[in-house]
Nanobody
Framework: QVQLVESGGGLVQAGGSLRLSCVVS????????MGWFRRAPGKEREFVAA????????YYADSVKDRFTISRDNAKNTVYLQMNSLRPEDTAVYYC???????????????WGQGTQVTVSS
């Protein structure tokens, strides 16, 4: 089985930063593209960022461009989301996802974590 465990969420003031981590179990982490998604209160889950298998390409939602950075360390089976200049509207449950093969900005991922809460106060 492939399992994903997120960590690093918490409460932060507007303008602050958080770094989310997602550790992926299994022996084929490098064969999976990775993504971050979020679900804000009263909204559907939405795309945040994605990174290709080798980490050479990254994609971001317009709402987080120039503020968030996705990265991966294949040796550690871990993907990260560095979040800077956080805003109250970034408040959501953030989910890590894995997709075998190429990356995607849609919800068509194969595996999902349980999510970690990020709360940004004003």
């Amino acid at each position: 089985q492939v399992q994903l465990v997120e960590s690093g969420g918490g409460l932060v003031q507007a303008g602050g930063s958080l770094r989310l981590s997602c550790v992926v179990s299994g022996r084929t982490f490098s064969g999976h593209a990775m993504g971050w998604f979020r679900r804000a209160p009263g909204k559907e889950r939405e795309f945040v960022a994605a990174i290709s298998r080798g980490g050479n390409s990254a994609y971001y939602a317009d709402s987080v461009k120039d503020r968030f950075t996705i990265s991966r360390d294949n040796a550690k089976n871990t993907v990260y989301l560095q979040m800077n200049s956080l805003r109250p509207e970034d408040t959501a449950v953030y989910y890590c996802a894995a997709r075998y093969g190429g990356s995607s900005t849609s919800l068509n991922y194969d595996y999902w974590g349980q999510g970690t809460q990020v709360t940004v106060s004003s």
